[in-house]
């Protein structure tokens, strides 16, 4: 066996992608992905019953929601007893056992258990995608299980309890960047120093090689900015990995240079992405046709007020938005999160900078709350001390307004009096509810707009309603189109619940196919044999 592939993840589910791949004759492992899985999770744990902070990895091990690999971790997190409470644990004989982590994109199910990866292990990305899990990791709740880019080492106590450790120097994780030209200034300034207690090393560019492996990269189109796609080139050949990517997107023609250049590099083994394999039975509908829709109903909205609701890292909708809000005239009013967001985005991308500039239609919102974050505090001091509206604001003119809202703020327009807020019109610009939990929440935002006094429009599960939301993966047929057209000699199945959905698409094509099973162990988890 020459090249081995295991997945802790990603196979048989949508998302929590974690490979292993292993060229055992140049002996250089590299992860691909380290997500979280969000099925096994839920399997385990709801808001009230998760994972004890206080031990450390014990639950995550234990339970085998990260792989039993004691080499993979920050030496913080375990004790050697703990081993033993984890069934199959791999011994990696290599120092260093693993030699970087490509990191897709910046969504959890792909990055979600990087926090707990060894602080010596490389991660190679994009710089959006650095910069999204900084903003996440500070702006989100402060966990030792969000500390994506850096932390402070835990302690041990007596009790074998782990305690945080409010003094001593924090480590920041090794990030090279994946970047064609030099990183620019406003951004390599950002990363040192934002937020104010940061003193970052300045993040290297990705040479190109793991460990005398070349790796080659990609931009793609898909819902989160940054995202890319990867292809190794072993011992058996080019090994590719799609991440997540559509045809369909803003960015749609990053995809298909991808096909073209896949198809002439000849792959030996692709991972592919496959989320909507199970026929998505809509019309294929676009961005453009999205920010259509909304335009559409912000126009007639006039007078009114306007909520939109789109995921906080989907900046491509927020773009969107910021665009209807022009065309409206109106003025979008983000969240602190969004403009943190923006302000690390914009010297990477001039959109994002536009958009950051434009006063007279880009505000922030500014919520009435006791304590503010500590992240939060520069904003409110700096620049955007006189671009904030309050509730106040808000109700003299509802109509001048795009609030960028979503059911975690919705109780935010109690602040409203109800004659500010009737007939308001509630954008959802989401996708449906992928589970039981979703399912309760989406019904308890319908419940808010509905008591409210305001209409809702994109609701996924009601067909009359305008369409508001495109997904971030492709297609049934542009995905049966991408393999065909890259010709792989074996296709790896993944993020999908229906792998087996290949066979029939992939009929009389030649194109073989390899499952892969969720293997929590090097014995279990089903390898692959190159040719
Ligand atoms: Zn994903």
């Known amino acids: 066996m020459v090249v081995e592939l295991v997945a802790y993840g990603g196979v048989n589910e949508i998302g929590g992608n974690k490979f292993l791949l292993h060229d055992r004759e140049r002996n250089v492992r590299v992860l691909l992905d380290f997500g979280t899985s969000f099925q096994r999770y839920g399997a385990f744990f709801n808001e009230y019953l998760q994972p004890r902070t206080a031990r450390g990895l014990l639950d995550a091990l234990a339970l085998g929601l990260i792989p039993p690999i004691p080499q993979l971790y920050r ?89 945080a450790q409010r003094q001593g120097s924090l480590y920041y994780r090794p990030f090279q960047l994946l970047t064609t030209a030099a990183l620019p200034e406003g951004f390599l300034h950002w990363w040192r120093t934002w937020p104010a207690d940061l003193d970052a090393p300045v993040p290297q560019s990705f040479p190109g090689e793991v460990a005398g492996l070349p790796v080659r990269w990609w931009p793609v189109d898909h819902s989160v900015p940054g995202g890319v796609a990867f292809a190794l080139k072993t011992s058996i050949g080019w090994v590719a990995y799609t991440g997540d990517l559509r045809f369909h997107g803003a960015q749609a023609e990053h995809s298909r240079a991808l096909m073209e250049d896949w198809a002439n590099l000849g792959v030996a083994v692709l991972l592919c992405e496959g989320t909507r394999l199970d026929g998505y039975t809509h019309n294929p509908i676009t961005e453009d046709q999205v920010r259509e829709n909304a335009l559409n109903l912000a126009k007639k909205a006039a007078g009114r007020l306007v909520v939109a609701d789109f995921a906080p890292r989907n900046v491509e909708r927020l773009v969107s938005f910021w665009h209807i809000a022009r065309e ?8 602190p999160k969004d403009v943190a967001l923006l302000e690390a985005l914009a010297p990477l991308d001039p959109t994002f900078d536009q958009v950051l500039k434009d006063e007279k239609h880009v505000v922030m919102y500014d919520d009435p709350k006791a304590m503010r974050y500590k992240w939060e505090k520069p904003l409110y001091q700096g620049t955007w001390s006189k671009r904030t509206v309050t509730h106040r604001e808000v109700a003299r003119t509802p109509g001048e307004y795009i609030l960028c809202f979503s059911l975690w703020d919705v109780n935010d327009l109690l602040d409203l009096p109800a004659g500010a807020r009737q007939d308001g019109v509630y954008l959802y610009a989401n996708s449906r509810a992928y589970d039981e939990e979703q399912a309760v929440d989406l019904q308890r935002l319908r419940n808010w707009i509905r008591h409210l006094g305001m209409t809702m429009y994109g609701d996924p599960d009601d067909p009359h309603t305008p369409r508001l939301h495109t997904s971030g993966h492709a297609y049934p047929q542009d995905l049966v189109d991408f393999v065909c057209q890259v010709r792989p000699r074996v296709l790896v199945p993944i993020h999908t619940e229906q792998p087996r959905l290949w066979v029939d698409l992939l009929k009389g094509t030649g194109i073989q196919i390899r499952f892969l099973h969720h293997g929590t162990s090097w014995v279990h988890g089903t390898s692959f044999k190159g040719r």
């Open 75 to 163: 030496r913080d997190l375990y004790q050697d007893e703990w081993w033993e409470h984890v069934p199959q644990v791999t011994h990696l004989p290599d120092d260093p056992p693993v030699h970087g982590l490509l990191l897709s994109h910046g969504h959890r199910d792909h990055f979600g258990d990087v926090a707990y990866l060894r602080e010596d292990l490389p991660i190679i990305t994009t710089p959006i995608t650095a910069a999204i899990l900084r903003v996440m990791q500070v702006t989100g709740q402060s966990r030792f299980d969000t500390q994506w880019t850096h932390f402070r080492p835990r302690r041990w106590d007596e009790k074998g309890i782990s305690q």
């Open 328 to 335: 409206t005239d109106r003025r979008l009013a983000l969240q």
